[in-house]
């Protein structure tokens, strides 16, 4: 078994905002399956269905509930929920949980290239068999789009010299994490006071590489839309850019305000009215046992 060390974050908390006792839940980002098995532990007859795009998670996963006949393991992007539901034959769910971003399994595994601390791969893709690795993506982008990515996901003050910089590491044949996070390190002028230079950078290539606002914003739609009455969905986010986008779409939602599910849609959506909405953010002593919970906060919708 692949040995997958994730501390979930705010796991109590998603636990007991559950209030309207789910016989369907879909996890959209099952990683270690840590939140999954503390569900599933107190609502033993639920049907669970578990989405990573990662292989390693989910082989990982269909070890961890092998014995489970009520646990459905499919490897997906969130964003194709609905084709996984229509394939499993599911209509409505009552509970939907994202735990957002990277598993410390993929940032700790070298080889994934997530970390500019260990020495890997220019990789971060969460799925190695789709897209272009972040080197790839480098190579491909252009040098305005790639200032854009790092000004607008990483708030990087320095964009354009970095974008630059960038290009100029691919062209000499820069291939790995480290060197990539040197040259950063090197080429810096100005750094947040106990951050590593390289860290924003890292950060926004990871989002871009893995179209995570895109994935976001695709699955927020697509979760409410399959949600039923009383149905409770859960975002845990790291990030303000990630956070904002949940916060707005769950305040529009319980304003009342329609939304198209899919660009091109001719039909705007509305489905259900929103009880509450409701933000929880981790204890002090949750941090001082997991300072990777820092930053998350937990946003719960509810029909
Ligand atoms: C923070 S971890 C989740 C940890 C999990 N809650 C646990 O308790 O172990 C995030 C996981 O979501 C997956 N992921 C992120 N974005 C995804 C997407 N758009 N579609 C499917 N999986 C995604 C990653 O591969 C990673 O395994």
Redesign the pocket.
Known sequence: MIT?Q?T??L?EEVLSTIDNNPSVYL???????????RIIDRYPEITAVL????DD?IAHLKEKFAGYSNVKVVK????NLDKVLFLLQISKVDLI?A????????FDTAERGFSFRLDGPMDMR??QSAGLSALDYIRSTGEGELRSVLSEYGGEREAGRMARLLKKCVEEGMTTTTQFAEAISKAKRFSKKGIDPATQIFMSLRMAV???LG??ES?LKKGFSVLSEHGIMSV?SFHSTEDRIVKNFFRNRKNGLPFYVEDGDEMPFESGRVMSVELHLPSEGEIAGNPRSRSAKLRVLKK
């Open positions: 997958f994730h979930p974050v796991a996890d959209l980002t099952s990683g270690g399956g840590n939140h999954a098995a989405i990573d795009r990662d998670a997906s992007a969130f964003s949980l735990d957002l971003g990277v598993s410390s399994f993929q969460m799925d893995n179209n995570e994935e976001l699955g845990i």
